[in-house]
């Protein structure tokens, strides 16, 4: 008996010291975790790009055993901004200056007690006081951003005679995923839905009703070197539809947006994917639709160099025309490599047909920084089709808001220039007029050979090469576009 009793006092202090051990061990982890957390915060906020116009900072950290508090600083610089109104009196206006502070709380782990529950992971980041705002740092050190939107419905009475309105939300949803130093980034946005109807008895002609199905957004980058993230990126819309007066009157169906980017052996490629499966607008059916764009061969180091100077300009107000010439300087280097612009595919089914069309353009790999040396250095070649009524249709609309945009900006000129195809020859009085001009600028197009007729299409083609440009098999003459 007496043995037992001390095998039993021996067990019962094993498992007394493993337990102290063990809530030790939960302790120090909280504790060690926080400075884990804090260390994460400081180079998710310290890669974040500082400009004299925008600049985080993390302060005021004080670190606790199972919490810490903190605040995040945001200092924005306004610059002056000059506005010129509508009688062109000039009026500066001063800079502006602001310092915003956002207290924080930080939970640490490995595991929070929250209002929802208990998680696992290695903080959660919220504001002071708490709300649904909030940020979650998991195990891989992983800082996960999350937001949703609930479902609602609304339905009322405008007055007692001009009609019901009714608007369902479905709701959205967004993720946003960061590593500790912003090299990986990946996310999403979802819009669950959005229908809507409005009527009125007295004039069945406005009832208006919509329905837009979910659209998503999502994105996956890493961090090639600073201010380049390459990877994928996607845009969704599968349906958005409008009625008028019980008639559709537009229709989206099918829409996807895809880019992509990389660098393999420093050699920045980058790829774009549009399709569209139907579009109904003014009565029509178009689609579907495929376009397929890519830029290969660019230089990632001056792609980076332009990105890095364009923000710059940007935060400080710059002019758009300085940011044009700032990248027009870099231009050459950054096809230095032997740039490649193709457009592979690109076709789209209309009511009068298809447009189809494809080109490849290439520059030799060049040391020099020349524009105007490295564009005579292009060769390439490509082809476009499409339905003879829907060019005149596209020249016609052209022609008639020129010359409205002309009629609106000299009122008192009523002179008739020379025809062109890239000016109104006069200011129409009717559609026929329109219609006229249009006709003879496509004649002369083909009697010049810059356009050929091909049973109901137009078709162009041309091709670059030692200096030259063929257009349908002949040089080409500036002459054809007077």
């Given at each position: 008996m007496k043995g037992n009793l001390i095998i039993r006092i021996l067990i019962m202090k094993k498992w007394t010291g493993f337990f102290v051990f063990l809530v030790a061990l939960i302790l120090v982890a909280f504790y060690a975790i926080g400075f884990t957390i804090k260390s994460t915060l400081n180079k998710n906020i310290n890669s974040i790009p500082k400009t004299s116009a925008f600049n985080v900072r993390l302060h005021k950290y004080h670190c606790?055993?199972?919490?810490?508090?903190?605040?995040?600083?945001?200092?924005?610089?306004?610059?002056?901004q000059t506005i010129t109104d509508k009688n062109n009196v000039t009026k500066t206006e001063p800079p502006v200056d602001l310092d915003i502070d956002i207290p924080i709380l930080i939970k640490h782990g490995p595991f929070i007690v929250t209002n929802d529950g208990i998680r696992f992971g290695m903080g959660l980041i919220t504001t002071q006081p708490e709300t649904h705002y909030e940020a979650f740092i998991n195990y891989l050190n992983r800082t996960i951003f999350r937001?949703?939107?609930?479902?609602?419905?609304?339905?009322?009475?405008?007055?007692?005679?001009?009609?019901?309105?009714?608007l369902a939300w479905q709701g959205l949803t967004s993720l946003l995923s960061v590593s500790s130093n912003l090299d990986h980034i990946d996310g999403n946005f979802q819009l669950l839905g959005l229908n809507g109807a409005?009527?009125?008895?007295?004039n069945a002609g406005s009832n208006l009703s919509f329905k837009i199905g979910e659209i998503a957004y999502d994105f996956k980058l890493k961090r090639y070197q600073d201010w380049l993230w390459l990877g994928q990126s996607r845009f969704d819309i599968p349906t958005i539809a409008i009625n008028l007066a019980g008639n559709q009157v537009f229709e989206l169906t099918g829409f996807n947006f895809l880019a992509?980017?990389?660098?393999?052996?420093e050699i920045l490629d980058v790829d774009l994917k549009l399709s569209l499966e139907k579009l109904f607008a003014n009565n029509q059916n178009y689609g579907?639709?495929?376009l397929h764009l890519s830029l290969r061969n660019l230089d990632p180091v001056i792609m980076a160099k332009i990105n890095q100077q364009e923000f710059s300009m940007m935060q400080n107000n710059s002019d758009p025309n300085v940011i044009v010439l700032a990248f027009a300087n870099e231009l050459p280097q950054l096809l230095a490599k032997g740039a490649v612009l193709e457009l592979s595919e690109m076709t789209l089914n209309l009511p009068d047909g298809k447009i189809v069309?494809?080109?490849?353009?290439?520059?030799?790999?060049n040391d020099n920084n020349d524009l105007s040396q490295v564009m005579q250095k292009l060769q390439g070649e490509g082809s476009?089709?499409?339905?003879?009524?829907?060019?005149?249709?596209?020249?016609?609309?052209?022609?008639k808001n020129e010359s409205s945009d002309n009629t609106q900006s000299n009122p008192?000129?009523?002179?008739?220039p020379s025809a062109s195809p890239t000016q109104v020859l006069a200011n129409p009085n009717n559609d026929n007029d329109v219609d006229k001009k249009a006709d003879k600028i496509l004649q002369d197009l083909v009697s010049k050979g810059f356009l050929k007729i091909e049973g109901n299409d137009y078709v162009f083609t041309f091709k670059l090469e030692n200096q030259k440009i063929m257009v349908n098999g002949q040089v080409f003459n500036p002459d054809m576009l007077k």
């Open positions: 606790g055993w199972f919490s810490s508090q903190a605040v995040i600083s945001v200092k924005m610089h306004i610059p002056s937001y949703r939107l609930p479902s609602l419905a609304i339905e009322g009475k405008i007055g007692q005679n001009e009609g019901d309105f009714q409005a009527s009125n008895p007295a992509s980017s990389d660098v393999h052996n579907p639709g495929v069309g494809n080109f490849k353009v290439a520059l030799p790999k476009f089709k499409a339905p003879m009524v829907t060019v005149k249709t596209l020249l016609a609309a052209s022609l008192e000129n009523t002179s008739e």
